[in-house]
């Protein structure tokens, strides 16, 4: 024991024997603080096991998510301690690392619940998949514009020409400045995956097939068959289309889950001679290719939405009459175009016109103009 009568040289000896003493002390605490961390990078390497786990268990089990958040809150805490133990103790940054790991654990907790719950859904409805990377205001958007239940007694030109321009134009100027403008103007993704969609339907009905638009019809419903074409020879062209961006690659997923609804369809339709094509503006992965000419789909890359004739020009089967119809038109989707009966499509309402078409009576509402 040194007191302060104790002669220099035992005070000098005591302190160089602590000094010591701290020194083995500090090591120990540093290889203790380097195991923790250790520790924590061996976890990185059960993370993918530790994935699998949550990804199965999270949806039906949250406190699975809390106690993988917890177990990285007993880690950030053993840093903690080590640092509060050590010769020169950081109080100071213990509270503050204890703080921190308490953010990280809620957040860790609700991200992964997060992260799971949209894989688990995605499972269920493969589609979804495809709005990765894309801006959540404008997908909101979209399904917000997304046309429902349309007032039959509003027409749908109006949205597109102003209440002057409505009053004032011809009903043929007003129905062209409407069409213009339809092709002009911005759209919601909806909608222009919806006229990519007629743009290739346009293409096989000018073939001679009849086309149903099951994915503009049904919606979510499609089944990923977004065009069924047939001919009078049973055969049938069952067609996805996927219009997206320049930068986005189909993968194989993609193939194999259209394939699969191809293979439902021959399977409700057994006495139909079925084919499968696929059409993207975009390009697919080497490995979506392989597994495309496997399964025996064409596929045609980097095919451009163009603007065609797209006014349908009608002759109703009850009476005869000859009615176009315009693309923001309600029924124009449903609406077949069948050469034999002298239907056709025209790209200006002045030729529609001029054919003897009128458009369709029931956008007239309460309008008297026309």
Request: aromatic share 12%; with cysteine; proline share 2%.
């Amino acid at each position: 024991m040194i007191s302060e009568h104790s002669s220099f040289k035992e005070k000098e000896q005591y302190v160089l024997r602590n000094i010591d003493n701290l020194l083995v002390l500090e090591n120990r605490l540093s290889l203790l603080l380097n195991s923790a961390k250790l520790d924590i990078d061996k976890s990185v390497n059960y993370q993918t096991e530790i994935n699998k786990i949550i990804s199965e268990k999270t949806q039906g089990f949250p406190w699975l998510a809390e106690a993988i958040s917890d177990y990285f809150l007993l880690k950030s805490k053993r840093i903690a301690e080590s640092l509060t133990v050590k010769s020169h103790p950081a109080y100071r940054s213990a509270e503050k690392i204890k703080e921190e790991a308490k953010k990280r654990r809620i957040a860790e907790k609700q991200y992964r619940i997060a992260k799971y719950i949209l894989q688990y859904y995605e499972s269920l409805f493969p589609w979804l998949v495809d709005f990765r990377g894309e801006d959540i205001d404008d997908l909101i958007r979209s399904y917000i514009e997304k046309p429902q239940i349309e007032d039959e007694d509003i027409d749908p030109v109006r949205k597109w020409v102003t209440k002057s321009e409505y009053e004032k134009l011809s009903v043929t100027e007003k129905n062209q400045l409407a069409l213009d403008r339809y092709w002009t103007k911005k759209k919601s993704k909806w909608d222009i995956g919806r006229d990519y969609e007629r743009y290739i339907g346009y293409l096989y009905e000018k073939k001679g097939y009849s086309v149903y638009y099951q994915g503009i019809v049904k919606g979510l419903e499609d089944l990923g068959r977004d065009l069924v074409v047939t001919k009078e020879d049973n055969s049938v062209v069952v067609i996805q289309c996927k219009n997206w961006s320049k930068e986005k690659v189909i993968h194989e997923k993609h193939i194999c889950q259209f394939k699969g609804t191809v293979l439902q369809y021959v399977i409700e339709e057994p006495s139909k001679n079925v084919v499968a094509e696929f059409y993207t503006s975009t390009t697919l992965s080497d490995t979506a290719k392989k597994f495309a000419k496997a399964l025996q789909i064409k596929v045609v890359e980097d095919f451009s939405l163009q603007r065609y004739p797209s006014i349908k020009c009608n002759i109703a089967r009850r009476t005869n009459e000859k009615i176009y119809h315009l693309p923001f038109d309600q029924q124009y989707d449903r609406t077949l175009i069948e050469a034999e009966r002298n239907e056709c499509y025209v790209e200006t309402v002045a030729e529609a016109e001029k054919l003897g078409f009128r458009r369709a009576w029931k956008w007239h509402g309460e309008d008297k103009n026309e």
